[in-house]
């Protein structure tokens, strides 16, 4: 959410009034899809990482303030908490050897970025979840010095009127109670952005919602929370109970948490925004002088700002998003469903995977969304989270059979998606290189079924295995991803287990003769 804003105490009139304005945003955002107002294709992609930074032990490090000053670029900047970091990278166009030189700029940024942290003893960590994060890390004092991050906070714990709770059981059950949003922070995510026409809007958010599941099984990269190993991606679910404006009750009623798969299949961007409008509380009632239907009216082109903040408030996993570039409106679906890392070669391989897949689902005749329950959607995505690149999905029978059957969520990769993946990147006009060489990455993960979270969770087990504590063995699991993210070599060529440590000088055994 990058709005400005201030902090401050919001009344009954302001709430009111903002309903009134978003109401009016949502009205003239019909009458710009009516008037055909968007802008023409352009097929144009974005991308954003965010990330942890971390010491030489493989501790957090309260110190984005002193790193950003340091990095002094507008690429970079705060994210929920201290130890957090985003960086985004400037729209590109679909096709040539995109990926290749998105892969350059992120290792350039990054690598400046860690340099930078460097002089403050501290380095740039891509995973979902820090593994060696403690709850005590997670408190609201530890949040960026940012107003509209004490603000997102004070609202949310107001909505919600008591504790948030944690409960999450996986591999093993963590419980615990918050008094503040912190632990979200835990959370970073690469999002990757795709602007769309209006009129192929549906298609494109309807595709991308059908292989969430994929991408997590995929790219699975958080299976640590406070030293627990949990699901495989524990994001989504300490993403939803760490902003849960619900108590009890109102779950037990089947209100909907603001961090939601959604219900149902979408004809239309409209849809998704009035449903966040019908569905969702305002957090932040801050109103825009701007009139929408009068600038309209005059020709111009709206802000739409209450609905562009509300919306970021809604924590969709594919967000629809209304945005003004040289003076001309655009939608774009943002794909949140990723983990950051390992790697940057894994990074820009989940993107490419993604930018085809969604290509080629969305036109194809007969489509996914069409044969897919959304009800089977959201449990795939589920069990995705639950067992990473060893889920189990409900899927579209191919040929004509009709129906959908079980299938092992590597195979469906292998068999099925990469072809259209490769079919999609062809579309876009992406050079073969770059298809090949990144789409080759997303095949060797489903042949030796491996990922972030495999690689972490077998060697957080080499490290017990021999002879460590928990906590030093998620601390030594640590420093070595760290250590393998900046080799660079995707996460499917790492060694499992840690390094033996160097014998002490003069400790070597004398050789026998």
Not at 169 to 193: D, F, M, N, W
Not at 314 to 342: C, M, T
Request: charged content about 25%; aromatic content about 8%; overall charge negative.
């Amino acid at each position: 959410m990058g709005e400005k804003v201030v902090a401050g105490q919001f009344d009954l009139s302001d709430r009111q009034r903002y309903r009134e304005k978003l109401q009016r945003c949502l009205t003239g955002l019909e009458r710009l899809l009516a008037e055909k107002r968007f802008d023409r294709p352009k097929n144009l992609m974005g991308l954003e990482i965010e990330l942890n930074l971390v010491g030489a032990d493989g501790m957090p490090k309260m110190l984005n303030a002193q790193v950003l000053e340091r990095i002094a670029s507008r690429d970079f900047q705060t994210e929920l908490a201290m130890f957090n970091l985003e960086v985004n990278i400037a729209p590109h166009r679909l096709g040539g050897r995109v990926f290749d030189r998105l892969a350059e700029e992120i290792r350039t940024s990054l690598a400046y970025a860690d340099r930078k942290a460097g002089e403050v003893d501290a380095g740039i960590a891509m995973i979902g979840i820090l593994p060696t994060l403690d709850r005590d890390d997670l408190v609201s004092s530890n949040l960026s010095a940012v107003d509209r991050y004490a603000l997102l906070n004070e609202q949310i714990v107001a909505a919600r009127g008591e504790d948030f709770t944690l409960d999450i059981e996986g591999v093993e059950r963590l419980t615990c109670t918050s008094k503040s949003i912190a632990p979200e922070a835990a959370c970073t995510s690469v999002q990757l952005h795709l602007q769309v026409t209006p009129d192929r809007f549906a298609d494109v958010w309807n595709a991308a919602q059908a292989v969430t599941a994929a991408q997590i099984a995929l790219g699975a990269n958080a299976p640590f929370l406070f030293g627990r190993e949990l699901w495989r991606e524990s994001r989504p679910p300490l993403f939803q109970q760490s902003t849960d404006t619900r108590p009890p009750e109102l779950q037990a009623q089947g209100v909907r948490p603001r961090t939601w798969f959604g219900e149902r299949w979408v004809t239309s961007a409209y849809d998704l925004f009035e449903e966040n409008r019908r569905y969702f509380p305002a957090l932040l009632p801050i109103c825009d002088e701007e009139d929408p239907l009068e600038v309209l009216d005059a020709g111009g082109v709206p802000s739409l700002s209450e609905l562009v903040l509300h919306n970021g408030t809604v924590y969709r996993w594919n967000r629809p998003v209304y945005d003004i570039a040289d003076g001309v409106p655009h939608l774009r679906v943002e794909n949140r469903v990723l983990p950051a890392g390992p790697t940057v070669t894994d990074v820009i391989a989940n993107a490419a995977f993604y930018y085809g897949v969604v290509r080629a689902l969305a036109e194809e005749p007969r489509p996914v969304w069409t044969r897919l329950p959304f009800e089977a959607a959201a449990a795939n995505f589920e069990a995705a989270c639950r067992h990473g690149i060893d889920a189990r999905f409900e899927w579209p029978r191919r040929g004509r059979l009709g129906g959908t059957t079980e299938v092992d969520a590597a195979v469906l990769v292998r068999d099925e998606l990469l072809p259209l993946a490769e079919a999609g990147l062809d579309a876009w006009g992406v050079e073969p290189a770059d298809r090949d060489l990144y789409l080759g990455v997303i095949e060797e993960r489903c042949r030796r079924r491996v990922n972030g979270a495999s690689w972490q969770a077998a060697t957080f087990h080499r490290g017990l295995e021999a002879g460590l504590s928990r906590e030093a063995a998620l601390a030594a699991t640590t420093r070595r991803y760290v250590e393998l993210m900046r080799v660079g070599d995707p996460v499917h060529l790492w060694p499992v287990g840690l390094p033996e440590p160097e014998p002490e000088p003069g400790s070597e055994p004398v050789p026998v003769s």
